[in-house]
Nanobody
Framework: QVQLVESGGGLVQAGGSLRLSCTAS????????MGWFRQAPGKEREFVAT????????YYADSVKGRFTISRDNAKNTVYLQMNSLKPEDTAVYHC???????????????????WGQGTQVFVSS
């Protein structure tokens, strides 16, 4: 069983930056593909970014490409989401997720992630 705990959310003005962190329990963090998703009130959960086990490859939603950066530190069991040039439409609860399937590649499909954190709220004011 893997537990994921997000932190780093908060209130920021448009154009500002935040860095989210997600720390995992257990000793097999480096074997998971990790992803970030978000859900705004009244909207469906939306893919944000994903990163391979080694951190070599990443993939982003078009809506955040060029503004957000996903990274990981396997020694610290932590994945990060650096968010720059924030916009009011980035307001949402941000969740990290782990895909523990052996041999899986990057995926933007929420159904392919089997562990989820509780989320951290990001609010961007205009």
């Amino acid at each position: 069983q893997v537990q994921l705990v997000e932190s780093g959310g908060g209130l920021v003005q448009a154009g500002g930056s935040l860095r989210l962190s997600c720390t995992a329990s257990g000793r097999t963090f480096s074997s998971y593909v990790m992803g970030w998703f978000r859900q705004a009130p009244g909207k469906e959960r939306e893919f944000v970014a994903t990163i391979t086990r080694s951190g070599t490859y990443t993939y982003y939603a078009d809506s955040v490409k060029g503004r957000f950066t996903i990274s990981r530190d396997n020694a610290k069991n932590t994945v990060y989401l650096q968010m720059n040039s924030l916009k009011p439409e980035d307001t949402a609860v941000y969740h990290c997720a782990a895909d523990s399937r052996v041999g899986s590649g990057l995926t933007f499909m929420a159904t392919e992630y089997d562990y989820w954190g509780q989320g951290t709220q990001v609010f961007v004011s205009s």
